[in-house]
């Protein structure tokens, strides 16, 4: 069986399309659904990667490929935006536990020698 190479107009219909996915899939994430938009997302963009293997000769100026550059760009501020408000909700959580742990054992980081004289000559 043989494998028919797609023209470059094909292949970079195809590239349109996944991009305009990852931008429908990045509209649609919330923190509970993080991972597996990430997933799908990381997915489309291997499959987007073999496509853009496949581009020879493309035309700079082509209104397509100015179109998918839009989207590209929508897409990376997305995931940007979505890599930010991960740290957040990251720095938020370290913040609570070692809040929670500081009400749990107030005197953990207090010294055992605390009041009285040590004498470290012999």
């Known amino acids: 069986m043989e494998i028919q ?3 470059n107009r094909d292949v970079m219909i195809s590239i349109y399309e996944i991009t305009k996915k990852m931008n429908a899939y990045l509209d649609n994430t ?3 659904t993080r991972v597996k938009t990430f997933e799908e997302v990381n997915a489309l963009l291997d499959a987007r990667s ?3 293997n496949q581009l020879e000769d493309i035309n700079k100026e082509d ?8 989207l590209n760009q929508e897409v990376d501020a997305k995931i940007n935006q979505n890599f930010t408000s991960l ?3 990251m720095i938020q959580f370290r913040k609570q ?3 929670n742990e ?4 107030p005197y953990k980081n207090v010294s055992g020698f605390d009041g009285m004289y040590l004498d470290k000559k012999k």
């Open 5 to 7: 190479k797609m023209s």
């Open 30 to 32: 919330s923190s509970q």
């Open 50 to 52: 073999t496509l853009l």
């Open 63 to 70: 209104p397509l490929l100015v179109t998918i550059k839009q």
């Open 87 to 89: 740290k957040n909700e």
């Open 97 to 99: 536990y070692s809040s």
């Open 102 to 105: 500081k009400y749990r054992n």
